[in-house]
């Protein structure tokens, strides 16, 4: 058989090579292995606080993380500006920059609908004229 010494081992030194020691430890408190409720990173902000930011910013969708982050800590709520994000990106909000366009100055504008006015007169040659095919 073995030596005298393996038999007195202990259940976890028997099931620490495997690593199974704490779902050994688990099956004998709670006959379960599931995981307890509870467990993980708590919420620095709670749903209402989410659901309060996310109401505020769908009545001034202008409103910037920045700004939330300035009016939280105003009432006494620490939070960062990626908290306020991530619960704004769990409700469906997400960021985005507007477009840049260039501005069009008023000799812009005459040249443009000069130049779609005397594109539409003829439009019927030109297409004939320049056909690809």
Known sequence: MGNSKELRKSLGAISEPFQLCKQLRAWQLTNSVRNKPGRGCKHKISRTLERKIVRNVRKKPQTCAKMIVADLASSGVDVSRNTVVRALY????????????????????????????????????????????
């Open 90 to 133: 769990y409700d469906g909000l997400q960021g985005h920059r507007p477009r840049r366009t260039p501005l069009l100055k008023e000799w812009h504008i005459t040249a443009r609908l000069t130049f779609a006015c005397e594109h539409l007169k003829g439009k019927d040659e030109f297409w004939r004229d320049n056909n690809c095919s």
